[in-house]
């Protein structure tokens, strides 16, 4: 299958006609399934900083008229990947808010998972474990699950944000949901203020998956301290 379609792009102008408030799941499902291949252009500058201070590729719908070199989410997801953006479609260059924002979370869901956002729509707890039978598991991600371009770029923010060897495990436990939760060596005592602590926390998650989750310890005192192995 091609990974640029200007069908694909045709039906995502007509998409982003519909007005905000009459955007359903429906709308949501045809559009995360079409924007993959739509032949985008563009932008210029190609990557720019959004508001939240993230870095993300800017894709623009292209002209109804004249000739423009064509480019997909699908075409550019591991370059995107490797360096560490996201991704906007924009009306225009220079259009000052965008039709749609992709977190390099999304992207990664993507490529892993074959979706933007692949959490489940009614997520069941799991059942309850009685007690004494409760089971944790720790390892390390795999590449498959994690990538190694993901890693170096958490431990790069980890470290801009005071973590000074910036570690982690992954933790599996059939209690929790979803089972596996991954681990950052991010302790609230390292922080002036908890607002700060939850501002660091928060921003890991543009790193990850929306279906993936992690948690952090509440000091560096825990049973789980030899568990961390450096990113």
Known sequence: MSEINIDDTDKLVEMFKIPQGDRDAGWMMDLLNIVPR???????????????????????????????????????????????????????AGAAAPHWVFTYGNLLSYKLLGGFDTRPAHATPPPPVPEGERKIMIAQPSEAYLPAATRALIKQYLSLNGVKEPAMF????????????????????????NEHYQGVCQRITWYLPPSYSFVTLPNDQTQFQSSFVAM
């Open 38 to 92: 739509a032949a985008l252009a563009l932008a210029e500058p190609e990557v720019q900083k959004g508001p939240d201070g993230f870095s993300y590729l800017q894709l623009t719908i292209p002209p109804e008229e004249g000739e423009f070199k064509g480019y997909s989410i699908a075409h550019l997801l591991d370059m995107c990947i490797e360096k560490g953006v996201g991704a906007v479609i924009l009306p225009e």
């Open 170 to 193: 992954m933790l599996h436990d059939a209690s929790m949901q979803p089972p596996q939760q991954l681990v950052f060596n991010v302790f609230r005592d390292d922080y002036p203020s």
